[in-house]
T-cell receptor, first 109, second 114 residues
Framework: GQNIDQPTEMTATEGAIVQINCTYQTSGFNGLFWYQQHAGEAPTFLSYNVLDGLEEKGRFSSFLSRSKGYSYLLLKELQMKDSASYLCAVSSGDYKLSFGAGTTVTVRA | DAMVIQNPRYQVTQFGKPVTLSCSQTLNHNVMYWYQQKSSQAPKLLFH???????NEADTPDNFQSRRPNTSFCFLDIRSPGLGDAAMYLCATSRDGAEQETQYFGPGTRLLVL
């Protein structure tokens, strides 16, 4: 079975940093994705990690530790438009993408 | 712009009345997926097509069917919707379905069952 855990909600102030953790236990691992989903809209791709370490892409960075079954998404210099749900998803084979329930981030002025 | 389109964005149906949701894509991807996402839950894969090859997830109820008449279009048919089928239905595509490929999502159709 697939088990992917992430916190339900997080709140932070505009301009701050927030770290969203994701832990996973899956049958097979071929990489971890982070998606952003604004309310009522489609999930959009943010990042993909398959090797251990940190991948930086502008204000967003994603980290992976395969031995620990752990990833985080780091959002820096938070903006109001970053208020959204962030979904952690593990690829465990062709066509197989298993999602966490998502972390709702609320950015306050 | 290349994209994944879902219509309608909101669909209301009656308990037991068949309903069809549609998805189209201009990405020319081989694989199309249907996910069900209930409030505050993870998207759950119902099935996917590689070209015309249909693949059902083991726990997808028989009440859910799908058709893919051509590369661009895919339909989700719910034969007898129950109250528990009220959810957001997301369509996604990927080029070939390989494990490292990004999936591209449509905006979703929110289904309400009365």
């Amino acid at each position: 079975g697939q088990n992917i855990d992430q916190p339900t909600e997080m709140t932070a102030t505009e301009g701050a940093i927030v770290q969203i953790n994701c832990t996973y236990q899956t049958s097979g691992f071929n990489g971890l994705f982070w998606y952003q989903q604004h309310a009522g809209e489609a999930p959009t791709f943010l990042s993909y990690n398959v090797l251990d370490g940190l991948e930086e892409k502008g204000r967003f960075s994603s980290f992976l530790s395969r031995s620990k079954g752990y990833s985080y998404l780091l959002l820096k210099e938070l903006q109001m438009k970053d208020s959204a749900s962030y979904l952690c998803a593990v690829s465990s084979g062709d066509y197989k993408l298993s999602f966490g329930a998502g972390t709702t981030v609320t950015v306050r002025a | 712009d290349a994209m994944v389109i879902q219509n309608p964005r909101y669909q209301v149906t009656q308990f037991g009345k068949p309903v069809t949701l549609s998805c189209s894509q201009t990405l020319n991807h081989n694989v199309m997926y249907w996910y069900q996402q209930k409030s505050s839950q993870a998207p759950k894969l119902l099935f996917h097509y590689y070209d015309k090859d249909f693949n059902n997830e083991a726990d997808t109820p028989d009440n859910f069917q799908s058709r893919r008449p051509n590369t661009s279009f895919c339909f989700l048919d719910i034969r007898s919707p129950g109250l528990g089928d009220a959810a957001m239905y997301l369509c996604a595509t990927s080029r070939d379905g390989a494990e490292q490929e990004t999936q591209y999502f449509g905006p979703g159709t929110r289904l309400l069952v009365l």
